[in-house]
């Protein structure tokens, strides 16, 4: 084994191997730009009483970002909620600039319990700032 290292045919194609890989790690590396953390910042309007099933229900909402360019996003949320009905919120996200989304919210009634009485829909429109 030892003289196939010293060997300067060997020790080439060993040197060889260990730069390729290197090099090949080196390019894998700088093909996209690494993941960073953005915070949405919502700006929409609040109907009094109303029930959002919302992504911002506990403030701005931390994502990881691949890259400058803005992406289409959307959240969704079900839950069982106390009018005794069963909802599906879609946030909608669609990006209108460098660092803002235009933002839609929507609601779908999925099913009741027998009796019960649904709230009223509220949907909401408004902008999304990425900070």
Not at 73 to 93: H, I, K, N, P
Request: net charge positive.
């Amino acid at each position: 084994m030892q003289q196939a290292l010293t060997s300067p045919v060997f020790r080439s194609i060993a040197v060889g191997g260990v730069l390729l890989v290197l090099a090949l790690s080196q390019v894998g590396m700088g093909a996209t730009k690494p993941a960073h953390g953005r915070r949405l910042v919502l700006h929409a309007r609040v109907a009094p009483n109303a029930v959002y099933l919302t992504a911002w229900v506990n403030g701005p909402v931390p994502v990881p970002f691949e890259g400058d360019k803005l992406v289409p996003l959307t959240f969704t949320t079900r839950a069982s909620v106390s009018d005794g009905c069963r909802w599906l919120a879609t946030e909608t996200l669609v990006p209108i600039g460098p660092t803002r989304y235009s933002y839609r919210y929507d609601e779908t009634l999925l099913e009741c319990d027998p009796g019960s009485t649904p709230y009223v829909k509220t949907p909401r429109t408004g902008c999304v700032t990425v900070e």
